[in-house]
């Protein structure tokens, strides 16, 4: 039963509508994560809403002297 249990999960993610794939994620120069992005990361959008994120690295900021 497990196993089944895990192959329907995956099989719903996949389905969702708003999830975008991790191969967009990554084209986008993104990484997928699960949970929470790392400090220095931004939530983008979803690979598999809503437990797989895309995260992307803030983007520096330059400070003129």
């Known amino acids: 039963m497990g196993i089944l249990g895990l192959v329907l999960i995956f099989i719903s993610l996949i389905a969702h509508g708003h999830a975008h794939g991790p191969d967009s994620c990554n084209h986008e ?18 690979c ?17 002297s």
């Open 48 to 64: 598999f809403e809503p437990i797989i994120l895309c995260c992307k690295s803030l983007p520096l900021t330059t400070v003129k």
């Open 29 to 46: 120069g993104g990484l997928c994560r699960v949970g929470n992005c790392i400090p220095g990361e931004y939530l983008a959008k979803y």
